[in-house]
T-cell receptor, first 112, second 113 residues
Framework: RKEVEQDPGPFNVPEGATVAFNCTYS??????FFWYRQDCRKEPKLLMS???SGNEDGRFTAQLNRASQYISLLIRDSKLSDSATYLC?????????????FGQGTELSVKP | DADVTQTPRNRITKTGKRIMLECSQT?????MYWYRQDPGLGLRLIYY???????NKGEISDGYSVSRQAQAKFSLSLESAIPNQTALYFC????????????FGPGTRLTVL
């Protein structure tokens, strides 16, 4: 099993839809997680950090489920500009001072 | 100005050539990382450095070497480039401790013919 796994999609949704992505991780000792957004082969940029139970920022909500070892990203009222690839990241086994493992990314396409 | 810069931004080279990719940062972070990204495979860690005297192999270090010349500079070398090293390469930085958010450079698109 990969340390961090995501459904690669693509997720094709209409504007205004609610969409959710999951990301599973294998390091049960992980305490913090990250969601990044990546546009069209540009650099990943932090969307949200996830500590303890979760985080919310406007239309974006991240949740952590420790029992099942996954984090989720919920996007409400999708906009065309939300079209991107969403990467999750979790600490690697051994947690060598903060090394992160990234999932392969989930592609989102929001259509008019 | 960008906090993390990479040069060159694009490079086309031939098999067997030595290539150096450079990364500089003005964030004052101790930790620096080199990743490569391939379609469907996500970001894979090549090398990382937690301070100037510290160098560690990542999951795919074969065929690569690095040098941490200063806190602000971390370069990646391909000693003898091969076509399957064609990829998008990202440098990243983070604060000590953590795990902390990583800040990425704009990337270098490398093509090996």
């Amino acid at each position: 099993r990969k340390e961090v796994e995501q459904d690669p999609g693509p997720f094709n949704v209409p504007e205004g839809a609610t969409v959710a992505f999951n990301c599973t991780y294998s390091n049960s000792a992980s305490q913090s997680f990250f969601w990044y957004r990546q546009d069209c082969r540009k650099e990943p940029k932090l969307l949200m950090s996830v500590y303890s139970s979760g985080n919310e920022d406007g239309r974006f909500t991240a949740q952590l489920n420790r029992a099942s070892q996954y984090i989720s990203l919920l996007i409400r009222d999708s906009k065309l500009s939300d079209s991107a690839t969403y990467l999750c990241a979790a600490p690697s086994w051994g947690n060598q001072g903060g090394k992160l493992i990234f999932g392969q990314g989930t592609e989102l396409s929001v259509k008019p | 100005d960008a906090d993390v810069t990479q040069t060159p931004r694009n490079r086309i080279t031939k098999t067997g050539k030595r290539i150096m990719l450079e990364c500089s940062q003005t964030k004052g972070h101790d930790r620096m990382y080199w990743y490569r990204q391939d379609p469907g495979l996500g970001l894979r860690l090549i090398y990382y450095s937690f301070d100037v005297k510290d160098i560690n192999k990542g999951e795919i270090s074969d065929g690569y070497s690095v040098s941490r010349q200063a806190q602000a500079k971390f370069s990646l070398s391909l000693e003898s480039a091969i076509p399957n090293q064609t990829a998008l390469y990202f440098c990243a930085t983070s604060e000590a401790g953590g795990p902390n958010e990583q800040f990425f450079g704009p990337g270098t698109r490398l093509t090996v013919l």
